[in-house]
């Protein structure tokens, strides 16, 4: 069935030309996102994205100009920016509970204040690093925070990027260089 069929059946029975859709490019979307959030997202995540990825998909179907380009080509887009919105977006969740978690530890210090003051300085410097990582675009916040978040090899960061290990490296060194670049302009 061709994109014309497709979004033809969509426009004439949108039931059915969504089931069509959803049948033709199921797959494909699910292994795009599973290639993207395997590693930091459970399956339920992975799921969700996969349904947010056909809400957006088909929300914006009618817009679709199919002699423009493909439908394949604009699902595994969408599917692709989907996934990696969702995995910023927990990253950005589990830095929160974590920034929860350690407020709540400043709350059981027994020590001066000037000693509080250091350690809220120290999660907002922390803050700061993190958000400058996540500015980075992808792949490069996903090497930085593998390799030196989670201690990473090269090898295994190019292994679940699909990257030869020369390129982990080249992006690894590109991207210290742009975090050294945006912190020094933060603290001038």
């Known amino acids: 069935m061709t994109d014309k069929d497709m979004i033809e059946c969509v426009h004439e029975d949108i039931k059915k030309g969504y089931q069509m859709v959803m049948k033709e490019y199921l797959n494909l979307v699910y292994a795009i996102v599973l290639n993207k959030l395997k590693a930091d997202c459970s399956k339920e995540d992975i799921e969700d994205c996969v349904s947010e990825v056909f809400i957006e998909v088909f929300e914006g179907i009618y817009q ?23 995995w910023r977006k927990k990253k950005r969740e589990q830095l929160q509970v974590a920034g929860v978690e350690d407020m709540e530890e400043l709350e059981d210090v027994d020590s001066p204040k000037s000693s509080v003051f250091e350690m809220v300085n120290q999660k907002e410097e922390k803050q700061r690093l993190y958000q400058a990582i996540l500015d980075l675009g992808e792949p490069d916040t996903t090497i930085i925070l593998r390799k030196y978040f989670y201690g990473e090899t090269a ?11 020369s390129s982990v490296h080249k992006r690894a060194e590109r991207a210290l260089k742009k975090l050294r670049i945006r912190l020094e302009g933060l603290h001038e």
């Open 64 to 86: 679709f100009d199919y002699e423009k380009g493909a439908l394949k080509t604009y699902i595994s887009t969408i599917a692709k920016r989907t996934a990696i919105d969702y």
């Open 155 to 165: 090898k295994q960061i190019a292994k679940k990027l699909s990257m030869s290990v």
